[in-house]
């Protein structure tokens, strides 16, 4: 019978949601789910947890107060070893892409990296080629450790709280330490799991486009915002708002692509929305094949319209 | 110092990528070959940082014979020399990493520096299986590298913003698209890079099991999207988005 563990992974006290987004998969296989939380004052994130899992686990450590790679690989491998689990699970966020292939390492495990569904206890599929092509993958270890993406898998509905019980770690020695965090701050939801997505491209012409179109019509719709490839490239907006192949995968209700052309990578990043809505003065422009309504205008007049007509709507 | 950089033959970012019909892989006839965009910027980065602080730069591929196109364009931007490790046939992320487990045994480079995913598998696990087979510490998804007294000091694309940790060398470094703009190679360095050296060696004689871990046992489109459609105005778009598709 499998059984798994789930890393749990939490910022500022909290819950990072996307982890439940692995509970829901492994859940897919079946049988017992343990969580772990590593760190320090963790107490409420175990809470949090619990009415999700069979058990929550929590590693207080001064080795772990601050995530880094290798100490918790190690701490997370010598739980998912004392556990006996078959199957470890983390979100494929940026800290679990950092980790997780640690962990496999050390379990000698096979990885299956950003899973979009859970065919049985070994196969799963996963995107391949920016998402051109779905891939069907089977791991052939005995252990197998998955990360996933969260996209793609539902919340799951919370039940009877698990038992919430310490466990003693050792992060052992390392050779490399966590020195600082410079958050990029926000009062926005938080691109993964907002609902409605706002974002803008180089058809924006510049920083100042961001302030005076994108971010408007974010406010509107209480919307996050994201970006194009270029334009974090180009230094206009944080690396950290960048949708795509290689920077966030998101899938909201709602996603609007301004001045935007519609890369292949960049599509990679969002065509799981629910509705695309496509703003380019441009006919042809890729962006176009995706979306669910396209608006061929100059954003410029485009959008401070579309701004006024929602506020009316609103009203 | 010396530097170990990989570079992976992929399919080109550009290119349409479609299945074989009888889907037993991508069609490659015609497809255009690169060097992963994020191994470039590893090549990039090691040249910086030889210019910095002296050394060598040894590029390294894993592949078939037509890979050494790609050691000699890294060979053409300034690296010295070249390793082919020659492998034809699956391979995951964890023999990647065994492979180079083994050259980093031979060759005691003092970083590593591998390319975040590559842009056709896209699983991001090499680097850092790698440096947990070493023992040695990660900066994945690097912004920006700085070495000073044996130790590294790596800016990261984190979640939420930008974290800086500090890796005891030897390291693995892995990098993210805005570490650095890699250089072109010039006319000069393209005639230079024929002399380099270019060792080939047989994977299988390096004595690691390459039994797959993960193996890809299916390949498929996914189901194209329905058609959308274009609206004349502002107006419709509202209209449309709030009574057909709900979303406000």
Request: aromatic share 4%; charged share 25%; with cysteine.
């Given at each position: ?123 799963f599929k996963r995107p391949m080629w920016a998402g051109n092509i779905t891939g069907t993958v089977e ?177 | ?248």
């Open positions: 019978m499998a059984s798994h563990l789930i890393v749990v992974e939490h910022t500022g006290g909290k819950l990072v949601k996307a982890t439940l987004a692995a509970v829901t998969a492994a859940s897919q296989v079946g049988g017992d789910i343990h969580a772990l939380v590593l760190g320090q004052g963790v107490d409420a994130v175990a809470a949090e947890v619990a009415p999700f899992v069979k058990q929550v686990h929590v590693g207080e450590h001064a080795g772990v107060k601050e995530r880094a790679a290798q100490p918790f690989a190690k701490v997370i491998a010598d739980v998912a070893k004392s556990l006996g689990v078959s199957h470890v699970w983390a979100a494929a966020t940026g800290a679990g892409k950092d980790i997780l292939p640690r962990v496999a390492a050390r379990l000698d495990a096979g990885m299956a990296s950003d899973i979009s569904a859970v065919l049985s206890e070994n196969t791991v052939t270890t005995a252990t197998k450790v998955i990360s996933v993406r969260p996209t793609e898998f539902a919340q799951p509905a919370p039940g009877a709280a698990g038992a919430i019980a310490a466990v003693a770690v050792d992060p052992g020695a390392s050779k490399m330490s966590w020195v600082s965090f410079d958050a990029v701050v926000s009062d926005r939801p938080a691109l993964s799991d907002a609902r409605v997505v706002v974002s803008g491209g180089r058809g924006l012409k510049g920083p100042e486009g961001f302030k005076t179109i994108i971010e408007p019509l974010a406010d509107v719709l209480g919307a996050a915002i994201g970006a194009s490839r270029a334009v974090a490239d180009a230094g206009w907006v944080p690396n950290d708002w960048q949708v795509g192949q290689t920077g966030k995968v998101v899938a909201p209700e709602l996603y609007i692509a301004v001045g935007i052309s519609g890369a292949i990578q960049h599509v990679a990043g969002m065509k799981g929305s629910k509705c695309i809505v496509a703003i380019n003065k441009e006919p042809e422009a890729p962006i176009f094949q995706i979306a669910d309504y396209g608006l061929v205008a100059d954003l410029f007049k485009a959008v401070p319209e579309l701004i006024e007509a929602l506020k009316a709507a609103k009203a | 110092m010396k530097f170990l950089v990989t570079v992976k033959r992929v399919t080109d970012y550009e290119a349409k990528i479609k299945l074989k019909a009888d889907k037993s892989g991508i069609v490659t006839d015609g497809v255009n070959m690169i060097m992963n965009p994020f191994d470039e910027i590893g090549v990039e980065e090691a040249l910086r940082l030889k210019e910095k602080h002296g050394g060598e730069v040894v590029v390294l591929s894993i592949g078939g014979a037509d890979a050494v196109a790609q050691i000699r364009s890294a060979l053409a931007m300034g690296a010295d020399r070249g390793i082919l490790v020659k492998h034809d046939g699956a391979l995951d992320s964890f023999g990647v990493a065994k492979i180079l487990t083994k050259i980093v045994e031979k060759e005691t480079p003092d970083v590593v520096i591998m390319g975040k995913q590559a842009i056709d598998d896209d699983s991001s696990q090499a680097g850092q299986i790698l440096a947990e087979l070493l023992g040695w510490g990660q900066g994945t998804f690097a912004n920006s590298v700085v070495i000073d007294g044996g130790k590294a000091k790596v800016v990261r694309e984190a979640d939420g913003g930008l974290e800086t940790v500090s890796l005891d060398l030897p390291a693995v470094i892995t990098t993210d698209l805005r570490l650095n703009e890699p250089r072109y190679a010039s006319l000069p360095g393209i005639m230079k890079a024929k002399k380099k050296p270019l060792d080939e060696i047989d994977a299988s004689s390096l004595g690691v099991d390459l039994g797959l871990k993960v193996k890809v046992i299916g390949l498929e489109e996914p189901s194209a999207k329905k058609a959308g459609q274009k609206v004349p105005d502002v107006a419709t778009l509202v209209q449309k988005l709030k009574s057909e598709a709900k979303a406000i």
